[in-house]
């Protein structure tokens, strides 16, 4: 698994897992459970992960609807 994108704003990352789902790309979101440690005012970030073999298409795609992948 590589890491796609990595955001703040639960927003972006289901538009991208949407976006992702849409083109059968398979990912993973990682870092969803954190609000338990951080009492839910979102300061760490959730990781979108995808298969190395499908990264480069799920980059393309994030790249062709101008999302930013906050790396």
Same mark, same amino acid.
């Given at each position: 698994?590589?890491?796609?994108?990595?955001?703040?704003?639960?927003? =972006? =990352?289901? +538009?991208?897992?949407?976006?992702?789902?849409?083109? *059968? =790309?398979?990912? +993973?979101?990682?870092? #969803?459970?954190?609000?338990?440690?951080?009492?839910?005012?979102? =300061?760490?970030?959730?990781?979108?992960? #995808?298969?190395? *073999?499908?990264? *480069?298409?799920?980059?393309? #795609?994030?790249?062709?609807?101008?999302?930013?992948?906050?790396?």
């Amino acid at each position: 698994m590589k890491e796609l994108l990595r955001s703040t704003d639960p927003t =972006i =990352i289901a +538009f991208a897992t949407a976006l992702l789902e849409g083109e *059968d =790309i398979a990912c +993973f979101q990682m870092d #969803v459970n954190m609000s338990i440690l951080e009492g839910g005012i979102g =300061i760490f970030p959730r990781r979108l992960m #995808v298969r190395a *073999d499908e990264y *480069d298409a799920a980059l393309r #795609v994030m790249q062709d609807n101008e999302i930013d992948l906050g790396q």
